[in-house]
């Protein structure tokens, strides 16, 4: 079984690199759909992005279009890539153009607002479809590099095994390796925790703070992720492969990270809409910080980076407090379940 044809529906940056992973792996047909219509046409016509990939050029099998319903018919792949918070509304109005056994793929990395869904549970309610239909693509997956086709490796989760090597057969080439998982929890919440992760490791980077700083941000922010995945039922392995520490250590260190980006500007003590401003890109981070915080109190677990991340951005905290409020917190054990003294006592 292959796939025969692919909708891509999100014209940014790793929509339109996904696309281009579905050409060069063999896909006949593959439409992108952008929301501009001059965008469309420049992918259609000229076989670029000049918005989003600048100077790269978009294989022959790609086309795209504006009429999202247009992209959708026929297709045997749909593949979601627009901002996380943004999912309900538009595939509530695409989700009855969506074919029957069509398998959807979610490239979102966030936690929706409200609801504290992860974004498959966002297309099973909005469109109607079994879980097991839907794939999660994540992992180390900083666009630019596979567009210049660099080695890289991602993760496709899926329950349904089959689908997961549908999709994993139909984005394999010869500079991105992908493997399956079956954990879909943990590989969603991967994905979102490292957003918000990576901001606080630009605001530390921003204020000077060298290599044992992130480092400790990078172990200690994995340990959130960890400790929120094992509440919500995850495989904690999940967490030590490239969903989890992975994708964390990508998005932390690279100044392609649009969320470590986003943490230096505030670093710099830039206001949340001098920071948007200056980015022009979406940070995922700076709105799941606040849902992933109410979904880690939801189940009674402590998120101390996350927490003081979504008080700088949304609470006006100075970074500088927020790094010391961190540092005060009562000391324990590093791994949960050992004792400490007090609690032998």
Known sequence: MSIRRAAVLGAGSWGTVFAKLLADAGTPEVTVWARRAEL???????????????????????????????????ADL????????????????WAGTIGAD?????????IELGTLKRMSEVIVDTAGVE???????????????IAAEQPAATVVACTDIRRAELVQRAISTRYLRPYTNDDVIGCELGGAVKNAIALAYGMASALGFGDNTRATLITRGLAETTRLGGALGANLMTFAGLAGLGDLVATCSSPLSRNRTFGEHLGRGETLEQAQAATRQTAEGVKSCLSIRDLAHSVGVEMPITEQVELVCHEGVDPLKALAALMSRETKPERPGVPSTSELQ
């Open 40 to 74: 469309a046409e420049a992918i259609r016509e000229r076989h670029v992005n000049p918005d989003y990939l600048p100077g790269m050029w978009l294989p022959e099998a790609i086309t795209a279009t504006g009429d999202a319903g247009e992209a959708i018919d026929g």
């Open 78 to 93: 749909v593949v979601l890539a627009v901002p996380s918070q943004t999912l309900r509304d538009n595939l509530g109005a």
């Open 102 to 110: 069509a398998t959807l793929v979610s490239l979102m990395k966030g």
């Open 131 to 145: 879980p097991e239909r839907i794939a999660v693509v994540t992992g180390p997956n900083l666009a630019l590099e």
